[in-house]
């Protein structure tokens, strides 16, 4: 037994009821278990328990043992002075205060710590793969909502560290996570600290031409140390040289750029020449798609195709079979997926529109399910994800909870220990 479940049994009331008693043998009722304290002090805030013919509304602290009490110095701490009970799961020492003690370990069904072990002890990297068919699909339906929605919560949280604190920059903050995005996940950091090496408005004064966009952005990603054998990127070496003088810039390290084990369709000179043409066809792209809420509106947005170079090459002096680099439709979902829609999200959310965040909502909704090894995994235990919406929630799930074994805090952890 740990703590943790015996708090989570204590806060679902995973146990049987009846006979209840305290260990000097008066009726225990529990009217509410309390909300669980993440926070310093006692495990339960605010319960309400009748003990005899009293009833108590206050604090009540878990332990697996009476002792516990004194090994973690309960004693001595202002903190636990106003409890109104003391839960265990077994009584194995008289302890000196005079809060009632409940004995709770007999009262728990077998099957609630048999069902834990299995979750915890599973080898598969969903531990409850095989109880699955157990949970219903309104349960299973409602928590992949939650996790959306927590998902989001998560990355808008970490993107607001990127705003600035005094004004809300939302040009800015989509050009940069644009750029994390266009690096997919291989290549997000490194594209990430290219765009926050270089300020949107210097691109904005360029992007009539494609050339100094791109000398810029190649430039300041390190691709531009060397000669080259080529025309195409002595001209952006030169055009850089230029530029980086004039705007005083510092370039990113090249070596944080990565090519190995890569499609090359998917490396990150093709990805930065990509990302050029989308810059150099609008700056103001947040203004654009802020305003639109449908897969049809905004994908023709970043439906661009690399500069000529680029037809018949994938890094620089090296040709290759000819062929347009267009960013495909796979990708330009992905953009939607992972950028377009939760900053649609964050600026809806920011400016209490609850109308705007059902549509940001909707737009994974009219995405079909993205495809990658942690969706398999979900398919083959019967749980298909039917659009992006899904998918998300079923990555998150995949990696904020059955990776770590969280399946005390999963609403599909709960159905199966019920």
């Known amino acids: 037994m740990k703590e943790a479940l015996l708090q989570f049994i204590w806060q679902y009331s995973l146990y049987e009821p009846s006979g209840l008693r ?80 409940l ?79 266009f690096g997919f996940k291989v290549n997000a950091t490194p594209f990430l600290a290219l765009a926050r090496s270089l300020d949107i408005n210097i691109l904005a004064k360029h992007r009539d031409s494609l050339l100094q966009v791109e000398a810029l952005l190649f430039g300041q990603a390190g691709m531009l140390e060397e000669p080259f054998t080529d ?72 439906q661009v195709v690399a500069s000529s170079y680029w037809d018949n090459h994938f890094i620089f002096d090296e040709q290759s079979p000819n062929a347009p680099k267009h960013l495909g439709r796979s990708s330009v979902q992905n953009i939607i997926i992972n950028t377009i829609a939760p900053i649609q999200f964050l600026f809806a959310r920011r400016h209490r529109s609850e109308a705007q965040q059902e549509r940001a909502l909707q737009l994974l909704e009219d995405l079909p399910s993205e495809r990658n090894h942690i969706i398999t995994t979900w398919n083959e235990t019967g749980w298909n994800a039917s659009n992006a919406a899904q998918s998300q929630a079923l990555i998150h799930l995949y990696n904020h909870y059955c990776q770590p074994r969280q399946c005390l805090n999963c609403a599909i952890g709960l159905s199966i220990l019920k």
Not at 107 to 125: C, D, E, F, G
Request: glycine fraction near 4%; charged fraction near 20%; aromatic fraction near 10%.
């Open 231 to 302: 025309e195409y990127p002595n001209r952006l070496r030169a055009e850089y040289q230029y530029l980086k003088k004039k705007y005083q810039l510092t370039p990113i390290a090249s070596y944080h750029w990565k090519f190995l084990r890569m499609r090359p369709a998917n490396f990150p000179t093709v990805r930065i020449a990509q990302f050029a043409a989308l810059v150099h066809r609008s700056v103001h792209l947040f203004s654009q798609i802020i305003e639109l809420y449908t897969v049809k509106e905004i994908a023709p947005l970043l």
């Open 22 to 101: 305290t260990i000097e043998g008066e009726p225990v009722t529990v009217i509410h278990p309390g909300a669980l304290n993440t926070h310093a002090g006692p495990d339960f805030l605010n319960a309400r328990v009748r003990v005899g013919d009293t009833t108590l509304a206050g604090h009540v602290e878990i332990h697996i043992n009476s002792s516990d009490w004194l090994k973690h110095g309960h004693q001595h701490d202002e903190a636990y002075k106003n409890l109104i009970l003391h839960v265990v799961y077994t009584h194995d020492v008289a302890l000196p205060h005079t809060i009632p003690t």
């Open 103 to 181: 004995q709770i370990g007999e009262h728990i069904p077998q099957h609630v710590i048999a069902r834990y072990t299995s979750l915890m002890n599973a080898n598969q990297s969903l531990p409850c793969a095989g109880m699955l068919a157990q949970v219903k699909d309104i349960t299973k339906e409602s928590w992949l909502t939650r996790l959306l929605a927590e998902r989001w919560e998560m990355k808008l949280d970490e993107w607001n560290t990127l705003q600035k604190k005094d004004v809300d920059d939302w040009q800015n903050l989509l050009y940069w996570r644009m750029a994390a995005n």
